[in-house]
């Protein structure tokens, strides 16, 4: 187990560039978050997967965004069309859901600048 | 609507003095609440959490919380810092366990431990 890995940890591009982050969470962990996180403020919830299926999406989530977990493991987060605005921490968080509460582990994060 | 409020964006102690960092939510039924530390360059980890039972709680590295329902209070606290504390200190509730189950977060607290 080596915990939450996301690639990559940094992206620099420039508006109205598409990009695309990786999240591999624990192993058979059915749960899998993203998370949006800008300068000073805590992470705000984008969206959840209960292994393969997309379940929720936040208003957060514009047109722009899509998000994918094919096989019930890792899971892709891609942002067409980048706008400054874009610019963040993204984390991807991970968990084994099995009852009303289980522990989300976190990534690292990929922070992305929008230039 | 905000849910979680944390007071002091930026907290100052001596090492050895007490830390205290406040945070209260808005909800109409009890939250699950959560305390997370985040180092710089890392993703988020868990300090410690509140779901039912004991309202005093005890995390990693010696920090605790109390969840306190009348006050819709859940304040972290150490009684000495060091100087490996120094981070910034998020926290977060479930505010339904739903389906997703998704934290939202306060706009953090950063730490720093001064010699």
């Known amino acids: 187990d080596t915990g939450v890995s996301q690639d990559p940890r940094h992206k620099i591009t420039k508006r109205g560039q598409n990009v695309t982050f990786r999240c591999d969470p624990i192993?058979?962990?059915?749960?899998l978050y993203w998370y949006r996180q800008t300068l000073g403020q805590g992470p705000e919830f984008l969206t959840y997967?209960?292994?393969?299926?997309?379940?929720?999406k936040s208003r957060l989530l514009s047109d722009r965004f899509s998000a994918e977990r094919p096989k019930g493991s890792f899971s892709t987060l891609e942002i067409q069309r980048t706008e400054q605005g874009d610019s963040a921490m993204y984390l991807c968080?991970?968990?084994?859901?099995?009852?009303?509460?289980?522990?989300?582990?976190f990534g690292p994060g990929t922070r992305l600048t929008v230039l | 609507a905000q849910s979680v409020t944390q007071l002091g964006s930026h907290v100052s102690v001596s090492e050895g003095a007490l830390v205290l960092l406040r945070c209260n939510y808005s909800?109409?039924?009890?939250?699950?609440l959560f305390w997370y530390v985040q180092y710089p360059n890392q993703g988020l980890q868990l300090l410690l959490k509140?779901?039912?039972?004991?309202?005093l709680v005890k995390g990693i590295n010696g920090f605790e919380a109390e969840f306190k329902k009348s006050e819709t209070s859940f304040h972290l606290t150490k009684p000495s810092a060091h100087m490996s504390d120094a981070a910034e200190y998020f926290c977060?509730?479930?505010?339904?366990?739903?389906?997703?189950?998704?934290?939202?977060f306060g706009s953090g607290t950063q730490l720093t431990v001064l010699p």
């Open positions: 968080a991970s968990s084994l859901g099995q009852g009303a509460y289980n522990e989300q582990f």
């Open positions: 192993s058979e962990h059915n749960r």
């Open positions: 977060a509730v479930i505010l339904q366990p739903g389906s997703a189950r998704q934290l939202t």
């Open positions: 909800s109409s039924v009890p939250p699950y």
């Open positions: 997967f209960q292994n393969e299926a997309q379940l929720e």
């Open positions: 509140y779901t039912t039972g004991a309202t």
